[in-house]
């Protein structure tokens, strides 16, 4: 007889066929064929195809299963079906646990992850009483959250949702004749983004005995924004450039100077790039027209440039800087639009050959980190920054180009504290050819605070496209601030400053990024 397969398979059966030999007679007589059993030598699994891992479970371990295995056949083996991880416990937006008291009372994270007041379980702040599952809170104080409403009163459990809503409550409480004490606004925590500038005037003054005081709620972070987050459909334009359609934003909000990427200031494409050693150009020569004009090397300026009227060249001469737009190319010679003080024309640099670049070119949008705004077509064109993805990136257009407005006739005992203050854009000033110091910037600071008897303390002002801080007041304390990121300078001082004022310890840094003077 003949046994197949020889090797035993892993159905554990072999067939033995049997052959009649020569003419034999009697012996033992058998099928011609029959199935025998067998030991097969079955392998062992050295390779696995697995599912997903599945949520990290308090125990700090999450798990897998096999979907298949290899050889084929095998058996057994030592699959990784289990492995260790860091359990995050579900929880609210301010990181307390579900079915916990919030430490800001009396606020309660609830089993669906949701804050809300809760005062008979997690109390009220010292100084306030619970009611009703409410805190109640005395006539001079109010609250802004950004889950509020103007509708609410403005408690800490009913809290109001804009600044001008709380202002507008205490005119109401001076036309009463309720205002007879300290006045105190907190901000809760969150992003407040503005659709206007804040303004207080004449209406909105305190008195030395009753100041009026606009600061974020302790150990939360509040940040009142001028920006608009932009949420656009990219696609590749050309060598690594992405463009968007800016349509329904620009017909909203109108065009606009700056862009941030990721919180950080992108930068309008230019000539010659800020990467280089020297980024600039320097003027060849001028003639009798050096107010309105200057000669420029070959291939610095091109009369093809697309768009070339909303080009921008910025000059440096002796100490100052001028921000002209083309008016028109003639061979090696480019008019500016306006003109030039004549004391100080093109050419006249003490300390050398003119220098200059060029902003806002089409052409020159060659450098990561680069935009470009066609304000003909609509269109936004960006160079992504390396391992920069625009589909995750936070990117934010300022639509006001102020964010603050403290002034007024009276207007006296104001104090704001602890907020931060960012986006907000500068506008081309026609002409613009500054002496020193950036006196001849006519677009108001930021946060322009001309109040007496004011403080403006421990607060952030930043991505700003202009000066950060100005006023023109008597008597107020500027302290403890951080000031970064300006088109301009820090804090500018002027007007009636008579020299009662305060200002100290605070940082400005990373200024000038417009404004150079």
């Not at 699959?79 to 937006?93: F, G, H, K, M, W």
């Amino acid at each position: 007889y003949n046994i197949t397969p020889l090797d035993c398979p892993l159905n554990g059966n072999q067939t033995k066929a049997w052959t009649k030999i020569g003419n034999c007679e009697n012996g033992t007589f058998h099928d011609v064929s029959e199935i025998i059993s067998c030991n097969p030598n079955i392998p062992t699994c050295t390779s696995f195809t697995y599912t997903g891992w599945s949520e990290c479970i308090s125990s700090g371990t999450q798990s897998r299963n096999v979907l298949s295995s290899s050889p084929n056949g095998c058996q057994n083996g030592i699959p990784v079906l289990s492995q260790e991880c860091e359990y995050v416990a579900p929880s609210c937006v301010d990181e307390t646990s579900l079915n916990f008291c919030s430490l800001t009372k009396p606020l309660y994270c609830d089993v669906n992850g949701e804050l809300s007041y809760n005062c008979n379980s997690c109390g009220c702040e010292e100084g306030y009483a619970c009611g009703d599952g409410n805190c109640v809170s005395p006539n001079n104080v109010f609250y802004i959250s950004t889950i509020g409403d103007d509708s609410n009163d403005g408690t800490i459990n009913n809290p109001f949702a804009t600044l001008e809503k709380a202002r507008d409550e205490i005119r109401e409480l001076k036309q009463e004749g309720q205002f007879n004490q300290p006045i105190n606004v907190y901000v809760r925590q969150g992003i407040y983004e503005l659709n206007q500038t804040f303004v207080l005037n004449s209406q909105d003054p305190g008195t030395s005995d009753k100041p009026i005081t606009y600061q974020a709620y302790p150990n939360e972070k509040v940040i009142i924004s001028g920006g608009k987050k932009l949420d656009l459909n990219w696609e590749p334009y050309n060598n690594g450039i992405y463009v968007a359609d800016v349509s329904s934003f620009i017909s909203k909000y109108g065009n606009f100077n700056s862009l941030f990427v990721n919180e950080k200031r992108a930068i309008r494409a230019r000539e010659p790039n800020n990467d280089l050693d020297f980024p600039y150009y320097q003027i060849n020569h001028t003639d009798e027209e050096n107010t309105t004009s200057f000669y420029f090397t070959n291939g610095d300026i091109n009369s093809n440039w697309y768009n070339i009227q909303d080009i921008e060249i910025i000059s440096y001469r002796t100490w100052f800087q001028s921000r002209f737009k083309i008016d028109r190319v003639q061979g090696n010679k480019v008019y500016i639009e306006g003109s030039l003080q004549s004391q100080f024309p093109y050419g006249s640099d003490y300390y050398g050959t003119d220098r200059y670049y060029i902003e806002n070119v089409f052409e020159g949008l060659d450098n990561p980190g680069e935009w470009y705004l066609d304000k003909l077509n609509n269109k936004l064109y960006y160079y992504p920054l390396v391992n920069e993805n625009l589909d995750s990136s936070k990117i934010i257009v300022p639509v006001l180009d102020q964010l603050g407005l403290i002034m007024g006739t009276s207007l006296s005992d104001i104090a704001i504290r602890g907020i931060t203050f960012s986006y907000s854009d500068w506008k081309f000033q026609e002409n613009y050819a500054g002496y020193q110091g950036g006196v001849s910037i006519t677009q108001s600071p930021a946060i322009y605070f001309n109040c007496d008897n004011c403080i403006f303390e421990n607060n952030i002002i930043s991505h700003v496209g202009v000066n950060a801080l100005g006023s023109d007041s008597k008597n107020i304390r500027i302290i403890n601030n951080n000031l970064y990121d300006s088109g301009a300078g820090g804090i500018r001082i002027g007007g009636r400053s008579d020299g009662s004022s305060v200002i100290e310890n605070n940082r400005i840094h990373d200024f000038g990024s417009v404004y150079k003077e």
